[in-house]
């Protein structure tokens, strides 16, 4: 019988600029651990092995960094993905950076080439770049980007090496028979608030749907979440991608890597997560970003468990099924 939610732990932290969101999702596990909870030992749960290792090395290619061990986690992601999507009707994936997420939309396209998969994207950043624009050269900037296979030539402002375009053309093509894996008419972005010029002129031009962080307080989270569902009533299946950059820094915590002012409240974090797991749509939610070597007695880690112990309990609601 297929089971309820797998919980997906993908430790890999190569396409961050800043050491630490690979203890991520170790930071939600303990948080559950400090509080006795024994939904991590209910939970079907699988670690993907990561290729941490690699930033060890020196770094080759400024304009796309650790490219090839990116790569490499984006092919154990998918082949993951494609194994638990088969056995399970929802995964829940905690990630470190969030590069990892344009591995998850492929596992979920490629899964189910014939469906429609709408992506909403709850994070501080737009993540559109490509190796030809981004000034950080960090690919956790770039997971949309590769997603959409766009390199927004008309605002270059880099050279790529051979070798990078190469790979670069490969994460832009990881959908069924090798094509793009979304449209911008299948994104909606969340708490958007600190993009880069190069992005900014891209999304306007691209006419991605976005709903600002002011909106929460303006209509609340309950209707932004049921403006999100009326957007994709056309779509057979939602992928849900949460970096925590997405909460105030003040109300959440710093713990993470580029953290934001005037972010969404975590309450209506909560509300909003919780709305997406009631979803009958809801295929897979990834929860990235967390990095408790930059907080304060592991507050995102705490904060990260509680969104996720809401969402598995309303999935199981939903599906009116126990874990085990
Ligand atoms: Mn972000």
């Not at 596990?29 to 006795?36: F, Q």
């Not at 670690?47 to 080759?60: A, G, K, S, T």
């Not at 894996?181 to 600190?194: A, F, S, T």
Request: glycine share 8%; hydrophobic share 35%.
């Amino acid at each position: 019988m297929e089971k309820a939610i797998e919980l997906v732990i993908n430790p890999s932290e190569l396409g961050a600029g800043t050491r630490g969101s690979a203890l991520g999702p170790y930071a939600v596990l303990y948080a559950g651990r400090k509080r006795n909870s024994s939904l991590f030992y209910k939970l079907s749960s699988v670690v993907i092995p990561n290729n941490n290792e690699l930033l060890d090395q020196p770094i080759n290619y400024l304009s796309a960094k650790r490219i090839n061990g990116v790569c490499e986690v984006y092919d154990k992601v998918m082949g993951q993905m494609k194994q638990s999507l088969s056995t399970s009707s929802t995964v829940l994936v905690l990630s470190g950076d969030h590069s990892s997420a344009t591995a998850t939309i492929a596992g979920i396209r490629n899964k189910y080439p014939e469906k429609k998969l709408g992506v909403v994207w709850v994070d501080a950043h737009a993540d559109i770049h490509s190796p030809y624009t981004t000034p950080s050269g960090n690919i956790h900037g770039m997971s949309l980007g590769a997603a959409l296979g766009i390199d927004n030539k008309n605002n270059q402002i880099n050279n790529p090496k051979e070798n990078v375009i190469k790979k670069w053309n490969w994460m832009k093509k990881l959908g069924p028979k090798s094509t793009h894996l979304i449209k911008p008419e299948d994104i909606i972005y969340i708490g958007l608030r600190d993009i880069e010029k190069q992005e900014e002129t891209l999304i306007s031009s691209l006419n991605i749907k976005t709903i600002e962080t002011s909106e929460f307080q303006k209509s609340g989270a309950l209707k932004i979440a049921e403006e999100v569902e009326h957007y994709f009533k056309d779509y057979d299946l939602l992928y849900i991608s949460f970096d925590v950059d997405s909460m105030d820094p003040m109300d959440s915590s710093f713990g993470t890597g580029t953290p934001f002012k005037n972010g969404i409240l975590v309450k209506d974090a909560k509300i909003l997560l919780g709305e997406f797991a009631k979803s009958e749509k809801l295929k897979c939610l990834e929860i990235v970003e967390i990095n408790p070597l930059l907080d304060t007695k592991n507050k995102m880690g705490e904060i990260g468990f509680s969104l996720l112990e809401n969402c598995i309990k309303n999935i199981l609601e939903k599906q009116k099924v126990p874990l085990n």
